[in-house]
Structures are given as structure tokens and as C-alpha cells.
């Protein structure tokens, strides 16, 4: 088997990803305005789905874990086991900044290793925990 190098492919990775992260913002904004869409709710789920996929196959575990936690949250938003309203929409737009500042991280420094995710994601399964009003 050929040795291979996937750091080769870091700047399409990082291209990739600030195309998913712009994509996930406007969406956010759309969810926000229509937090009933479920059609907007389901693209959002997908793109996190997708970075998560790709950064798991670069290796970068801290992007990988934040987008998880980010698509098991709205996974259940999708299923109506938890009501869209403005602290998750507020919660998604914190890990989306973060996610941001992950791969502004990976594009400087090839790591995603330099930027605290432990506050995000107690948030997050703080909220995620709670059961629906």
C-alpha cells in the first residue's frame, strides 16, 4: 500500500469547511426567522453531518466532537423532542463561532487542538438533557 500523506489535502479540507460554516450561518439565520422549517432544520442537521464526517477523515477530533454534539442537538430539534427557541438558536451560533475559530486554527497551525471546546459542549448536553417544555 502507497504511503500517503492527508495533510495534502488540508487546504481543500479548509476551503470545504468555510463553505459548510457559511452555509450552517445562513441557515441559522433562516431558523431563526422560521424556527418551525423543518426543511432549513434538516440542512443544517446535514451540513453538520458532512464537516463532521470530514474532519473525522482529516483527524481533527475536536471539530469532529463539537459538530457531533451540535447534530445530536439538532437531531432532536428535528424529531420535536426539543422546541426550537432562542437559547438553542443562540447555543448553535456559540458553536458555530467556535467552529470557526477551529478552522481558522487547522488553516494556521494544521491542529484544532489550540481552542477550548469543554465549555460549548457542557452546554450543550446541559441543554440537551433538559426536558422539552
Known amino acids: 500500500m502507497p504511503d500517503f500523506d492527508i495533510s495534502q489535502f488540508k487546504d481543500?479540507?479548509?476551503?470545504?469547511?468555510r463553505e459548510?460554516?457559511?452555509?450552517?450561518?445562513?441557515?441559522?439565520?433562516?431558523?431563526?426567522?422560521?424556527?418551525?422549517n423543518l426543511e432549513v432544520l434538516?440542512?443544517?442537521f446535514?451540513?453538520?453531518?458532512?464537516l463532521k464526517g470530514m474532519s473525522a477523515t482529516?483527524?481533527?477530533d475536536n471539530i469532529v466532537t463539537l459538530s457531533h454534539r451540535m447534530e445530536s442537538l439538532l437531531d432532536k430539534l428535528r424529531k420535536k423532542?426539543?422546541?426550537?427557541?432562542?437559547s438553542i438558536i443562540d447555543l448553535l451560533f456559540r458553536g458555530l463561532d467556535i467552529?470557526?475559530?477551529?478552522?481558522?486554527?487547522?488553516?494556521?497551525n494544521s491542529t484544532d487542538k489550540n481552542v477550548s471546546i469543554k465549555e460549548i459542549l457542557d452546554e450543550m448536553t446541559s441543554i440537551d438533557v433538559k426536558k422539552k417544555q
Open 12 to 17: 481543500m479540507f479548509i476551503s470545504e469547511a
Open 20 to 36: 459548510y460554516l457559511t452555509s450552517l450561518n445562513n441557515n441559522l439565520l433562516k431558523l431563526e426567522k422560521d424556527p418551525q
Open 42 to 44: 434538516n440542512e443544517i
Open 46 to 50: 446535514r451540513v453538520a453531518h458532512t
Open 58 to 60: 482529516m483527524g481533527f
Open 81 to 86: 423532542e426539543k422546541e426550537v427557541d432562542e
Open 99 to 108: 467552529l470557526e475559530k477551529l478552522i481558522e486554527d487547522v488553516s494556521l
